[in-house]
Nanobody, 125 residues
Framework: QVRLVESGGGLVQPGGSLRLSCTASGFTLDYKAIGWFRQAPGKEREGVACIGYSGGSTHYADSVKGRFTISRDNAKNTVYLQMSSLKPEDTAVYYC??????????????????WGQGTQVTVGS
């Protein structure tokens, strides 16, 4: 089955850290920009971070700049999202997706595909 699989979510206290993983199954992440997105209850899905194919191109939403770091290991066909200094407002289901039109991050996404099932991140005590 061709898809992305997210993992690493969980419950964490404010100020804590989590590392999410996004692994491709049935296809390669080669030459594709990858994005992390999140959706909180009652809110629209928002883009969190993007990483280009080589890893040299990254982009972050203002709300997570300085706290989240996106990286990728193309040999493992996996993209990571290291989240630190977590806040209650970071609580959401986190998804990853591949931009099948672009290999670098841009102002706008191309065509996002291979959405995973998401992983729940809950920040609270």
């Amino acid at each position: 089955q061709v898809r992305l699989v997210e993992s690493g979510g969980g419950l964490v206290q404010p100020g804590g850290s989590l590392r999410l993983s996004c692994t491709a199954s049935g296809f390669t992440l080669d030459y594709k920009a990858i994005g992390w997105f999140r959706q909180a209850p009652g809110k629209e899905r928002e883009g969190v971070a993007c990483i280009g194919y080589s890893g040299g191109s990254t982009h972050y939403a203002d709300s997570v700049k300085g706290r989240f770091t996106i990286s990728r290991d193309n040999a493992k066909n996996t993209v990571y999202l290291q989240m630190s200094s977590l806040k209650p407002e970071d609580t959401a289901v986190y998804y990853c997706a591949a931009d099948i039109e672009r290999s670098m991050c841009a102002a706008r996404w191309g065509t996002l595909a291979y959405w995973g099932q998401g992983t729940q991140v809950t920040v609270g005590s």
